[in-house]
């Protein structure tokens, strides 16, 4: 018996024939077409017709998959090491201004 659900963007699912975990990538209903991507990282485009004769389960994210969530976070990460950067050019800048006076006092010196 095929359970017919309608595809949802981000939504994962398992085709209990085939025994394959996949995520919805996007759904064009202009065109009838799913863009899925298995748990391996293959993606695929199937037409609605062929989305609807599966035969699907909801299924929850595998461990360990790298998901857009996670590439977003990964984005706010390099953020936040940018931050981190421009705090050390800051120390930097006082490490120069450092040896420049140290410079200057060794000049006054003679």
């Given at each position: 018996m095929a359970r017919d659900y309608d595809p949802v963007k981000g939504q994962w699912y398992e085709d209990l024939e085939e025994n394959e975990i996949f995520k919805v990538l996007s759904v064009d209903p202009d065109e009838e077409i799913v863009e899925i991507?298995?748990?391996n990282g293959d993606i695929e485009a199937i037409d609605l017709d062929t989305w609807h004769e599966l035969d699907l389960e909801h299924a929850d994210e595998p461990?360990?998959?790298a998901s857009d969530d996670e590439d977003d976070?990964?984005?706010d990460d390099w953020d936040e090491d940018e931050e981190d950067d421009e705090d050390d050019?800051?120390?930097d800048e006082d490490?120069?201004?450092d040896d420049e006076d140290d410079d200057y006092d060794d000049n006054n010196d003679t």
């Amino acid at each position: 018996m095929a359970r017919d659900y309608d595809p949802v963007k981000g939504q994962w699912y398992e085709d209990l024939e085939e025994n394959e975990i996949f995520k919805v990538l996007s759904v064009d209903p202009d065109e009838e077409i799913v863009e899925i991507q298995y748990e391996n990282g293959d993606i695929e485009a199937i037409d609605l017709d062929t989305w609807h004769e599966l035969d699907l389960e909801h299924a929850d994210e595998p461990e360990g998959w790298a998901s857009d969530d996670e590439d977003d976070q990964d984005d706010d990460d390099w953020d936040e090491d940018e931050e981190d950067d421009e705090d050390d050019w800051d120390d930097d800048e006082d490490d120069d201004l450092d040896d420049e006076d140290d410079d200057y006092d060794d000049n006054n010196d003679t």
